[in-house]
């Protein structure tokens, strides 16, 4: 059975369509099925921002197919893992859980390499091109953790 992650963010723009692009690149994608989306409502349909695209460029990576799409509860039910940007979307996509189960596969990304420290993925959207460069490399290495941990889970 194919494990199914979610990457979400506020606006599906920035931060979730990276690290969509990045966990893709990392995994076998007849093992794992990979998506994104944001708490708001503001970008539905939207590309990613230009400046991502642009990051995912220079990492030899392509995002310019995702388009932006909002977090609805019945992602609980279609997604294993769910992993959050910032403590604001963990609260506001643990609002939508409706019970321990749906709780459980929610975690902020940065918790696979800072456990327990609840560190947030910086929004890169009102600042410079060097706030994606640092973005990218946070979920580049949070992305290479989980990536070995669904290897490890899909030998089992």
């Known amino acids: ?3 199914k ?6 606006g599906n723009i920035c931060r979730s ?3 969509e692009g990045i966990l893709k690149s990392k995994v076998d994608q007849s093992q794992v099925f990979v998506d994104s989306a944001g708490t708001g409502d503001y970008h539905i349909d939207d590309s990613p921002d230009p400046r991502s695209i642009a990051i995912a460029k220079k990492n030899n990576l392509d995002i310019t ?4 799409r909002q977090f609805q509860a019945e992602d609980f039910d279609r997604f294993d893992r769910i992993y959050v940007m910032d403590n604001q979307n963990f609260k506001d996509v643990i609002s939508l859980a409706r019970n321990d189960d749906d709780r459980a596969k929610v975690q902020l990304i940065l918790d696979v390499i800072f456990p327990a420290e609840n560190v947030d993925v910086p929004d890169p959207y009102f600042g410079s091109e060097h706030g ?7 979920l580049d290495e ?3 953790k989980i ?4 290897k490890e889970e899909n030998k089992a």
Not at 5 to 10: A, D, N, Q, R
Not at 132 to 138: A, D, H, I, L, P
């Open 147 to 150: 990536a070995d941990q669904l």
């Open 132 to 138: 994606f460069e640092n973005v990218y490399q946070m």
């Open 142 to 144: 949070a992305c290479e």
């Open 17 to 19: 369509p990276l690290a």
């Open 65 to 68: 197919y995702q388009r932006g």
């Open 5 to 10: 992650v979610l990457m979400v963010c506020l």
């Open 1 to 3: 059975m194919k494990t």
